[in-house]
């Protein structure tokens, strides 16, 4: 666990309206509320991890961005 600084009342009032004022100009967004998860089957991850493992994915990519080489910045 952080560890968090005790503030005074005052100053953790302004640093409450600031994360609002924030959050309202859209410039603090709210943290996600349940961790990432994959919406892949479990059989289609270990596809994905075994083309990736063979090198498949890796020749599948070089082959795209060989096409168009503005991707490989992308």
């Given amino acids: 666990m952080p560890n968090r600084l005790k503030m005074s009342p005052e100053l ?13 100009a859209g410039e ?10 994959s919406h892949l089957s479990p059989e289609v991850r270990a596809v994905v991890a075994d083309w990736k493992a063979s090198g498949g994915f890796d020749r599948a990519l070089s082959e795209v961005i060989s096409d168009d080489p503005e991707l490989a910045d992308q």
């Avoid at 603090?28 to 998860?37: E, G, H, K, N, S």
Wanted: overall charge neutral; glycine content about 0%; charged content about 35%.
């Fill in 12 to 24: 953790s009032d302004v640093v409450e309206r600031a994360r609002q004022a924030a959050r309202e």
């Fill in 28 to 37: 603090l967004l709210d943290p996600p509320t349940a961790p990432p998860r």
